[in-house]
């Protein structure tokens, strides 16, 4: 006499009932599948394709519950409380699949009129090989200068990879802080220091590793003159967002 307990779907036994069955407890199985159907599915109200589809939200909700809301193309999930939807990502244009942020270790004093490696760097492991990088850089800046030779003193920062080549696509040479002499003379040293924020777009195409991969991303810098000053960098933060477009 075949006929199993069963609460769920999973609970189901697909070899029963057997052909030696009573033709009787037909009916019995068939309450069963039908108790088991609904119980599984408590709000199946419309045809399921795996998830709601509708530009009208489901009458009947429950926690977890994922709705594509055709009207703004967008897939929502219920909250815990199931009493609000949750935006889980748009379902075309842009979508945003992994996020990185590292805080940086304040790095010494740096003196080189050729760029070198800044200290500062983010890696990111990317989860599609199609998809696109933004990184962030957020930092603080000291920087000083005894104007020797020159009246202006800049320093300059570039996107690299790991080798310190600049990532293609990304701008070359960027001031990220600039210090004037006014007139005090040769020998007199100013100090500077300033916030410096920057988003730079790194395309799949020029990604250190264009697949699915470890991606590294250093900030080199170099100054005007390196026996003028020098710079450092205290305080900085670097984020990477990887979007898929």
């Known amino acids: 006499m075949g006929l199993e307990s069963a609460t769920y779907i999973s609970g189901l ?3 029963n009932p057997a052909g030696s069955d009573d033709i009787s407890q037909g009916d019995d199985h068939l309450k069963l599948i039908k108790s088991v159907l609904k119980t599984t599915l408590p709000n199946a109200n419309a045809v399921i394709n795996g998830i709601h589809s509708s530009a009208v939200a489901p009458s009947s909700t429950s926690v977890g519950q994922i709705w594509f809301d055709e009207g703004n193309n967008l897939i929502k999930i219920r909250n815990e409380a199931d009493d609000a939807w949750i935006i889980l990502l748009a379902s075309e244009g842009s979508r945003l699949l992994k996020t990185t942020h590292t805080l940086q270790s304040a790095t010494s004093s740096l003196r080189s009129a050729t760029y070198i490696d800044s200290g500062l760097s983010i890696t990111h492991v990317k989860l599609s090989s199609t998809s696109n990088l933004y990184i962030q850089l957020d930092m603080f800046q000291s920087l000083w200068s005894n104007f020797s030779s020159n009246s202006t003193f800049y320093n300059y920062i570039q996107l690299t990879n790991s080798s310190g080549t600049i990532i293609t696509g990304t701008t070359a040479n960027i001031v990220s802080q600039i210090i ?8 007199v040293t100013w100090d500077s220091g300033c916030g410096y924020s920057r988003l730079f777009k790194v395309t ?15 900030i080199y810098t170099k100054l ?5 000053g020098g710079t450092s960098f205290p305080n900085s933060t670097m984020m990477c967002w990887e979007v898929e477009e």
Do not use: L
């Open 204 to 218: 799949a195409a020029n990604c250190p590793d264009g697949s699915s991969g470890s991606n590294t991303f250093k």
């Open 13 to 15: 036994v697909d070899t």
């Open 180 to 187: 004037e002499d006014v007139g005090q003379g040769t020998g």
């Open 224 to 228: 005007t003159d390196a026996g003028e």
